[in-house]
């Protein structure tokens, strides 16, 4: 706050100290003698009140003698001064004013703090055996006392445990979600002000490593190399992180998930056994170098090449040129390892993209010869990320060194790979890396809820414009245009994340003939909930105003963090297209499979919606019935996905018919691919959310009611908001009218009204503690 | 780049830097003995051949003597290494290259760096003398030379001027915007990177003094203050100012406009002739003290009060609470003034917010007895602005510094005022501090410029994935996507400045009788253009990818800076607010004035509409000349301004009707409110973007006919663009049908495809010199 104290009065820091329980004491004058008795009692042996100090309490406690109107008004007056000054994350409490009272009179108040911090167990414990303090006891000294009173009543008005949403949340990773956070709630995990990139790295070095020892990094990795085999766990441990600090959650992913995951999906044993240990402690830092600057998304085109030089069993690793340099390459400054993508040139021919592990640094730090790496410098965030840049100049390394698992180099020095088709070779390779596309997300939706829960509680107990009674400005919050705002968002956090956990269950249970179609998923889900991440801190970042403006509430590092999280891990324009276009090919492979039955099926499809979707009454009915109805938006859901895929299909078709090449009329349709690929993901995330209610719903856990039908409610204002989104669409489909799509705007602003007095709760529920949410406007 | 070129051989720097002309010479082998003669000449008088080089050169330049095949293959790999070393922001030519190699073979090259720089024009005549280079020897020396090329085509492809377009946005404050950007270019200008907000803010101070010194701060003051007396000239200032630096541009509003204008407008002759001067020239430093913690927006409510003593003839400021300290207060840090907006106490009588002046600071800076301050921290961005707290503990100052043009207190010590409605009062005052909302949109207009062409000119240059030919990647800019993406965001950036000039040109011209007028359209222009600002650099940002999250390319510190404009100056949903009462007011005096009379026109209008607009025909109209046809889209847009206010005052009625509270009415149609006044604020973009249209068809100048059907083409998306952002209201509404929302989908896409040729010509209208830009993407 920077905000001094007033000067102190000449009373002892132990007599200050006392004040506020002086004042209670008299102000409250049901306090019986013996009540009286026993605070003089238990403060008698307070270790901070020296000898001279106890006489003073002794005579200024004694029920007989009344302290005079001025000694009172000046407790009040100095306790009222001390309490302005309170931390804003400070409760409202005797304890603490008395602490704060305590040490502003210490002569060294620097020098004291740990001492005063120390003192508020056992003044607490005073306040509690004062017995009921009057409310306008703390009214009187608290400024902001019925500020945050109404704060806390705002979050606890609601009937449910946010436990129990936290529960449902955090499914099977609560306990790796808990066990992390423990680890980040430590003070070496404190987050200090760091504006110089290099101190910012060097601190994100030192927490990965703290996480590391802790066994957190290799969670991922069979037993033998310390880890736990369990992908789930990682991804707990990696929503978790996200909590704390963007640039830890990405140094933590490219190390153990990028470089770590190269070493284990794309290399043999031997590798396994030479890096995966002590990378997953953090001893041997390794950086993963696919993106190059000339190419970005295309990871195909790379033009790195290793050459294969047989005489000396070496690869040759070269950047032709400047474009080909490593771009973006996270722990580039702290690497000792690179796995890096390149073209691999055989005997003259080359096989495609293979990963090559180059020594880049040595023990002590020193960059080899034949290396050269450039710092990115200051990014729009993660400047705790040693992002750089990295270029080879014919390095050697032993052939030993390729990652052999999808093709390796056999002793005579030809080419092998378990897979003949250098497509298909490809895609099986970077198939192996789909893992980030379905972290990231998470990250970014953690990211998104504590801007959210920032937003959400500042909105409870902002006020601004005096209402109609004059006697207090209106709770931000009750605006319906904040809740517009913020509860949509809330909404959407809760659906993705049911989204994101059928994804990951996937992924953890995949097996190869399912890659593809978890890879699309995976590119789709990525891609929202990235976008989604965006969208909601910047509306954060506006709803919270001034306030959301300043470093200190959080949302700007969120934001800037965050930012490239649409970009890294493919650009999600591209994934989107990357999606449609496995859409397409399930699309017309159902044809080719079944044939003319297909083709009934398809007519039957087309002719059943007409019937039961497209009629004129269910066209404009408006009922509350039918539009809160599961049924309703997920028949809605289903229609937009299978339509925009069908009309596609149609309209590739044709330009192809006028005698355009697929590659120009891909281009034509771009923006129709992309929303195609939208609708299949929303399909997918209600579906997922639906089914997780179904689960609550048939669940014997009787008390779990509330809980399920406000998670209910929670999802059909993501499903109604999101139906609201694309109503042009629907209205010019026919699928709904005018009439109707009014009724669906009128019933956003009705579930927004109905979950403005859950808000709190629902916040509550994302189950971050507020150390780690960190931001002063967010704080009880 | 932090790129090192390789080891120099053992040639001398002066041989060195003549590499590339003797490649060049002996590449082009059409060169004739006269030809090569007169560069052996020109070459022998340069300053930084030695006596030593000159026998080697004119060995090497003998048309009898060709070089070995192995000298010349050395040339041209030099030459090439040195080219992909070339900064990007260096053009693709001989002279640059030599200056290049010859720095790079220095034993100490940052000693002779400036030596070197110096060479240039003497490199570029020689090389301009050597007659036509051939395309392939440079293509040969440089590898980006086809895509620096492609993107130099790619900007000039267009048969429009630039200039013309950057006349017609400048219109009349081209003189001012080009007499400060001279200034802002020159070296006491550059930009270095700042992270450490002590240092930023010394540095705008710096630059701000610089600007003073040179008038432009007093710009709007009278002459015997130092001024011009111009508001339009300030306007041009500001916005110039902002392709700069955002923290100077908030900066210099804050000491010229803010505390300058509160002086001015709201003080007496008296206080001009004490404070403006020096506050002009910056050699008294001056702050604006209106918000505070408690209240944000709500300015009536603000508690600092001001008690007037009549014995000692002073006033008497303070701060009754923490959180009615001012907060945010842009120059705290610097000032040495304070404007401090206060509840002015007359004999206990509470006359309303006035400003006070009060002494902060010391000459030599130090705090005065009774002030605190406190630094806001740092922020998202504007670092380079001291923002902070300020609290006053009875503080006095004499009498005389309350600003007193709308309220003073006389000798007699009576409050006295020239206008009695306290409410009118207020509101008077308010009124006179409108100009921030009147600038602030330009200033960020001029950020959501400067983003728009970094990002066009990367998307002109970028390449990625291979295209059919497979012959080179397509240029983002030729995907659909990408034009979606920031076509739509240029037509905006052009018609919002029409927009803003009409609200600049009617606030220089306003009388007292449309202020009120004036003021409903700069709360509505400041929320829709900064709104656009925000989304518009979001955008920007995205589509530039992982080169624009660097923040070497600025989008990053743009996207910073700017996030706040949302916000100060008024919340933006806030002032919407206030837009929709002014144009309900309007609406409802439309009926009180006219009675029947305007009942009749009402319901007349409103027949006509039915019959000319909302007839089948026109409903479900889909030619492309419909479309396009200024007519369609100016009723479209006047239709929603007008049904949106009808039925907003239908629905408030209602709810008072039903027996709601008028304040309980309004909470209810919050979005709607919203709305309308956005509805209003773009009918009247459109209107004015039309209007300047109009002038430049009807004006005598015939060449610039391809330029304003160009301008015609930018705001006819705009116009499309924007209705199809509300195609589910007009469809909703029966305005359109769904064909016709489609067949404006198509012509969105359309109008995209046809200005992508001319998007480069667009950017470079906006008049941004390159080094104000200052990405390295965005340069040539």
């Known amino acids: 706050m920077g905000v001094d104290l007033p000067a102190s009065t000449s009373l002892s820091p132990g007599i200050q100290a006392m004040i506020p329980f002086l004042y209670a004491a008299w102000s409250d004058r049901h306090l019986s003698v013996p009540e009286v008795e026993s605070l003089r009692q238990q403060a008698g042996a307070l270790p901070f009140l020296t000898e001279e100090d106890k006489p003073v309490l002794r005579e200024w406690s004694d029920p007989a003698r009344p302290p005079s109107r001025e000694r009172y008004q000046q407790w009040l007056s100095s306790g009222r001064l001390a309490a302005e000054a309170l931390p804003e994350d400070r409760t409202a409490s005797l304890a603490e004013l008395g602490v704060w009272l305590g040490l502003a009179a210490e002569e060294d108040p620097d020098a004291r703090r740990d001492f005063w911090a120390a003192q508020l167990p056992a003044l607490q414990e005073l306040e509690a055996n004062l017995g009921g303090v009057q409310e306008d006891t703390y009214r009187s000294l608290f400024p902001l006392y019925d500020q945050r009173q109404k704060l806390a009543e705002a979050i606890t008005e609601s009937r449910i445990d946010p436990n129990d949403l936290q529960r449902i949340l955090e499914g099977e990773r609560a306990g790796i979600i808990a066990r992390t956070k423990k680890i980040l709630l430590r003070p070496s995990f404190d987050r200090p002000t760091l504006r110089i990139k290099e101190d910012y790295r060097e601190q994100v070095l030192r927490w990965c490593r703290e996480l590391a020892q802790e066994g957190i990094g290799a969670l991922s990795y069979p037993p033998e190399y310390g880890g736990e085999d369990s992908m789930s766990e990682y991804a707990g441990a990696f929503e978790a992180i996200a909590y704390h600090d963007l640039s830890l959650v990405i140094k933590f992913g490219v190390q153990f998930g990028l470089w770590g995951g190269a070493v284990y999906n794309l290399g043999s044993k031997r590798h396994h056994d030479r890096w995966l240990r002590e990378t997953g402690t953090l001893e041997l830092p390794g950086c993963f170098a696919m993106t190059e600057t000339g190419h970005g998304s295309n990871v195909r085109g790379l033009e790195t090449t290793a050459v294969y030089d047989h005489e000396h069993r070496e690869l040759i690793v070269h950047s032709p040129s400047i474009a080909a340099g490593k771009e973006y390459i996270g722990n580039a400054i702290h690497a000792r390892l690179a796995a890096v993508f390149c073209q691999l040139i055989v005997d003259g021919e080359s096989h495609g993209v293979h990963a090559v592990v180059v020594p880049i640094r040595d023990a002590e730090g020193h960059v080899l010869p034949g290396i050269r790496v450039a710092d990115n410098g200051y990014k729009m965030g993660l400047n705790g990320v040693d992002n750089g840049r990295i270029w080879f100049d014919q390095v050697r390394v032993p052939v030993d060194n390729l990652l052999d698992k999808y093709g390796g180099i056999t002793e005579d020095g030809s080419y092998h790979s378990p897979i003949r088709s250098p497509g298909k070779r490809f895609f099986t390779m970077l198939g192996t890396l789909v893992g980030g596309r379905v972290f990231v997300p998470r990250a970014g939706l953690s990211a998104a809820k504590s801007a959210l829960a920032i937003a959400v509680r500042y909105g409870l107990r902002r006020r601004q414009f005096p209402s109609e009674s004059m006697r207090s400005e209106t709770i931000i919050l009750d605006y319906p245009n904040q809740q517009r705002r913020l509860l949509p968002l809330v909404a959407k956090a809760y659906a993705l994340q049911f989204g994101l956990d059928h994804l990951l269950d996937r992924f953890v249970a995949r097996t190869p003939d399912d890659m593809r ?27 919270t105003g001034g306030k959301g403006y300043l470093a200190e509430n959080r949302i700007t590092d969120l934001k800037a963090d965050t930012d490239i999280f649409t970009t890294f891990e493919g650009d999600n324009t591209v994934l ?31 002719v059943t919606t007409m019937v039961t979707e497209q009629n004129p009454y269910v066209v404009r009915q408006t009922d509350r019935e039918h539009l809160e109805s599961p049924g309703f938006y997920q028949t809605a859901f289903h229609f937009r996905a299978r339509r925009l895929v069908t009309t596609l299909a149609q309209r590739l078709r044709a330009y192809i018919k006028e005698g355009k090449s697929a590659y120009e009329a891909g281009l034509l349709c771009q923006t129709h691919m992309i929303a195609a690929a939208e609708a299949y993901v929303e399909q997918l995330v209600v579906d997922a959310a639906l089914d997780r209610l179904e689960g609550l719903e048939t669940s014997d856990v009787s008390e779990t009611s509330d809980v399920s039908s406000l998670l209910k409610k929670t999802i059909q204002l993501y499903a109604v908001h999101t139906i609201e989104g694309h109503a042009a669409w629907y209205l010019e489909s026919g699928y709904i009218s005018g009439q109707k799509s009014k009724a669906i705007r009128k019933l956003v602003d009705k579930l927004c009204a109905e979950l403005r007095p859950e808000a709190g709760v629902l916040v509550d529920g994302f189950g971050i503690p507020d150390k780690l949410l960190g931001a002063p406007i967010a704080v009880v």
């Open 576 to 606: 989107m297209q990357l999606l449609a276009k496995s859409l397409l090919t399930e699309f017309k492979k159902s044809f080719q499979e079944d044939g003319n039955i297909a083709v009934l099926k398809f007519i039957g499809r087309r």
């Open 517 to 543: 179609e978890i890879e699309a998923m995976a590119a789709g889900l990525k891609s929202y909930a990235t976008w989604f991440t965006t969208a909601a801190i910047q509306e954060c970042r506006e709803a």
